[in-house]
């Protein structure tokens, strides 16, 4: 199977996801969290640095449920629009 690249807005979304995530954690351990959610320390890691952009369903239902979050307010907090063009095309559209 072949993965396609991610879009600019999908990386964005993994990073404001990621830092959503590690607020939330607050000063509990990654280790913690991640066994609470039952995943690997690694993998909480990856997803909160935004390396993994696009995780699982139910790897965010997890971490949502262990750090009391609602994934509706997750969702809204994470999908806000982002203006991801360059600078100089937004500039051309402007024009």
Not at 23 to 44: F, M, Y
Not at 48 to 76: K, M, N, Q, Y
Request: charged letters at 25%.
């Amino acid at each position: 199977m072949v993965r396609l690249p991610l879009t600019p807005a999908e990386v964005e979304r993994g990073k404001r996801l990621g830092a959503l995530l590690r607020r939330a954690r607050g000063a509990r351990t990654i280790l913690e969290t991640a066994l609470d959610a039952g995943l690997s320390p690694e993998t909480l890691r990856k997803i909160e640095s935004g390396r993994v952009a696009t995780p699982s369903f139910p790897t965010i239902a997890a971490l949502a449920a262990v750090l009391g979050l609602s994934l509706d307010d997750l969702w809204v907090q994470i999908s806000e629009p982002v203006d991801v063009a360059p600078r100089s095309t937004r500039e051309r559209l402007a024009s």
